[in-house]
C-alpha cells in the first residue's frame, strides 16, 4: 500500500476538522474550525451548540481539506482511499455530525468508511515521524480521559491505570474557572503559571499506590486555599493566582510525570509517549525530559506536534489507515455505524 491518501473527520467534541493524510504518517491538509470561543461564553461546552455549529461547519471545513491537499471534489472519489472518522468517546450529538458526513460520502464515493477511537487517534498523532519501536508506555492526558498504556503494537494494549476521577485537563479547566480564568484552562494556566513561584502554596500532590490517578482532592484544595485566603482578608492578587497555578501545574505534572516514568521502567518500554491535549503542556514535557535523564533512559520520549495535540481530524486518519492496513477487508463493505460515547479503546481484531 504506497500513496493511500485517507480523509480524516473528527467532531468528537468542539472542534469541528476535517483532514487528508498520506500514508499514515505525511499530514496534506489538516483544517480546524474551533468553538472556543463560542463556549468561552458558557465557561465550558454545551453539546446543543457544539453539534449545531459542527452542522453549520462541517461540510466547508471539508472542502477546505481537500482543497488545501490538492484533491477537488470531482477527484476525490478516484484520489481518496478511504474515510475515517472518530467513532466515540464524545458528545453524542457531536459524534453524530461528524458519522452522518462520513456515512454519507463514503456511500456517495463508493469508498471505505474506517471508524477510529478518538483516543486512538490522539495516541497516532505521534507518528508523523518515524516508525516507533514497541513496547512503548504512552500516557494519555486530555480533557476527558486518563490513560497509562503499555503499547505492545498496532492494536495491542495493555492498560496499566487511568484517572479515578477527573481526568488531567478536566482537572485544569476546573482550577482555571476558580482562578476566574477563560475556557479551555489548560493554556491558561500554563501562560500564568510562567510569572508564579509554585513553593509559595505548596499543594498536596495526589498519588495513589498503582498506576491510577486522581485529580479531585488537588481541585478541592485549591477550592479551599481560595475561601481561606479570601476568609483571612487577603485580596487574591494576580500574583497570587500566578502562584497557585504554577503550584497546581506543578503538583499535576508531578505525578503524571512520575508515573509515566515508573511504568517505563517497569515494562522496559522502548519509547515513552504523551498523547491528547494536556500533551501541549510545556511543563510537563521538561519534567518527563528531567525525569528521563535522572533515570539515565536513552529511549526515545515523543509528544505530537503543537498542532496535533489538541484535537484534529489528521490524527483520525492516520490511526485510520493504521486499522485499514491491518485488515483492508473489515472496511470494505459500507454500513451503518453508530457513535459511542464511552466508547473504550479495545484490541484489534
Ligand atoms: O485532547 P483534547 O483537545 O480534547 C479531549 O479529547 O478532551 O484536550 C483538551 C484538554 C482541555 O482540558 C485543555 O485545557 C487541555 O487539553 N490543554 C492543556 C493545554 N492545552 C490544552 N492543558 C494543559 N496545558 C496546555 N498547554
Ligand atoms: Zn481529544
Redesign the pocket.
Known amino acids: 500500500m504506497t500513496s493511500v491518501l485517507i480523509l480524516g473527520i473528527e467532531t468528537?467534541?468542539d472542534?469541528t476538522s476535517a483532514a487528508v493524510v498520506r500514508d499514515g504518517r505525511e499530514v496534506l491538509s489538516n483544517v480546524i474550525s474551533s468553538q472556543i470561543e463560542l463556549h468561552r461564553k458558557t465557561g465550558g461546552v454545551v453539546p446543543e451548540v457544539a453539534a449545531r455549529e459542527h452542522a453549520v461547519k462541517l461540510f466547508p471545513v471539508i472542502d477546505s481539506a481537500l482543497k488545501k491537499a490538492g484533491i477537488s471534489r470531482k477527484s476525490a472519489p478516484e484520489k481518496l482511499y478511504a474515510i475515517a472518522v472518530a467513532k466515540g468517546p464524545?458528545l453524542m450529538t457531536s459524534l453524530l455530525m461528524g458519522m452522518n458526513a462520513a456515512t454519507t460520502l463514503a456511500l456517495a464515493w463508493k469508498l471505505p468508511l474506517i471508524p477510529v477511537n478518538?483516543?486512538e487517534g490522539?495516541i497516532y498523532a505521534n507518528f508523523t515521524e518515524s516508525s516507533p519501536k514497541f513496547p512503548i508506555v504512552v500516557l494519555t492526558?486530555?480533557?476527558?480521559?486518563n490513560e497509562l498504556i503499555l503499547w505492545k503494537g498496532h492494536g495491542k494494549y495493555q492498560f496499566l491505570g487511568s484517572t479515578l476521577d477527573d481526568?488531567?485537563?478536566?482537572a485544569?479547566?476546573k482550577v482555571?474557572r476558580l482562578l476566574g480564568l477563560s475556557y479551555?484552562?489548560?493554556?491558561e494556566?500554563?501562560k500564568i503559571a510562567k510569572h508564579g513561584d509554585p513553593t509559595i502554596f505548596p499543594l498536596p500532590i495526589p498519588y495513589p499506590q498503582t498506576f491510577d490517578f486522581s485529580f479531585s482532592g488537588i481541585k478541592t484544595a485549591v477550592l479551599y486555599l481560595l475561601r481561606d485566603l479570601e476568609n483571612a482578608g487577603k485580596k487574591i492578587t494576580p500574583q497570587i493566582r500566578h502562584d497557585i497555578a504554577a503550584s497546581f501545574q506543578e503538583s499535576v505534572c508531578e505525578v503524571l510525570s512520575e508515573k509515566l516514568i515508573q511504568a517505563a521502567k517497569k515494562f522496559c518500554a522502548k519509547e515513552i509517549h504523551l498523547a491528547?491535549?494536556?500533551s501541549?503542556?510545556?511543563r510537563?514535557r521538561e519534567i518527563i525530559l528531567k525525569k528521563m535523564q535522572r533515570e539515565n533512559f536513552k529511549i526515545k520520549f515523543r509528544c505530537p506536534p503543537l498542532s496535533l495535540?489538541?484535537?484534529n481530524a489528521a490524527m483520525i486518519a492516520m490511526a485510520g489507515y493504521f486499522q485499514f492496513k491491518k485488515n483492508p477487508r473489515k472496511y470494505k463493505k459500507w454500513r451503518i455505524i453508530e457513535p459511542l460515547p464511552n466508547l473504550p479503546i479495545q484490541n484489534w481484531r
Open positions: 468528537s467534541c472542534e464524545g478518538h483516543i490522539h492526558v486530555s480533557g476527558g480521559h481526568a488531567a485537563g478536566e485544569f479547566d482555571a479551555p484552562g489548560g493554556p494556566i500554563q491528547g491535549g494536556v501541549a503542556n510545556t510537563l495535540c489538541t484535537d
